[in-house]
């Protein structure tokens, strides 16, 4: 299995622009988190689906951030629009069951100018 | 809110030395996630326990899930220079089934 899959592996955009991220999980995880990992605030969750349905999205910091999860082999994590206090590293892990042994892709590191 | 100690912060070793850090919480989990991080990369994950009392290694590395339920460590025999990295602990707590609470990890580093 090729693990998470995340693109793009870095991203350089200007405030205010549309910025999409890409993730397909584990094939056969059923779990699937979005985390934003910087230095000041370590790892934080911003939204875990389960069966491809949002179930906490507590974590999105604002309107801005939105997350999608079409079917069981896609999700898109948007910013719109993009600000320089976004800038940071997103994560995509998935499991097999809820919290349970997460596997984590390569991430994304963005910047926002 | 439910918070997870993990210590110490960062860990000088000399090579073929013995590893050990710990997490603390004064909350109760039931799950116990050890994971390494690679500057640029993901976590990835070392060593999962599911039960009280666990002890499991995986090749030089060991944790143990406390009794109390409250704390785990992690223990690296004869480190070698791929160690180096970040390691973190995450807990699931018992009133959620997905939210992971992370420690704030301890950084290894192999002096030369």
């Known amino acids: 299995d090729a693990g998470v899959i995340q693109s793009p592996r870095h991203e350089v955009t200007e405030m205010g622009q549309e910025v999409t991220l890409r993730c397909k999980p584990i094939?056969?995880?059923?779990?699937l988190f979005w985390y934003r990992q910087t230095m000041m605030r370590g790892l934080e969750l911003l939204i875990y689906?389960?069966?491809?349905?949002?179930?906490?999205d507590s974590g999105m910091p604002e309107d801005r951030f939105s997350a999608k999860m079409p079917n069981a082999s896609f999700s898109t994590l948007k910013i719109q629009p993009s600000e320089p206090r976004d800038s940071a590293v997103y994560f995509c892990?998935?499991?097999?069951?809820?919290?349970?042994?997460?596997?984590f892709g390569p991430g994304t590191r963005l910047t926002v100018l | 809110g439910q918070q997870l100690n993990q210590s110490p912060q960062s860990m000088f070793i000399q090579e073929g030395e013995d590893v050990s850090m710990n997490c603390t919480s004064s909350?109760?989990?039931?799950?116990w996630l050890w994971y390494k991080q690679d500057p640029g990369e993901g976590p990835v994950l070392l060593i999962a326990?599911?039960?009280a009392g666990e002890l499991t290694s995986n090749g030089r590395l060991t944790a143990q899930f406390g009794i109390t339920r409250k704390d785990s460590f992690l223990n690296i025999s004869a480190s070698i220079p791929s160690d180096v990295g970040i390691y973190f602990c995450?807990?699931?707590?018992?009133?959620?089934?997905?939210?992971?609470?992370w420690g704030a990890g301890t950084k290894l580093i192999i002096k030369p």
């Open positions: 892990a998935s499991s097999f069951k809820g919290g349970q042994g997460q596997f």
């Open positions: 094939s056969g995880h059923n779990s």
């Open positions: 689906f389960n069966n491809n349905v949002p179930i906490d």
């Open positions: 909350s109760i989990f039931n799950t």
């Open positions: 326990l599911y039960k």
């Open positions: 995450a807990g699931l707590y018992m009133d959620s089934n997905y939210q992971l609470i």
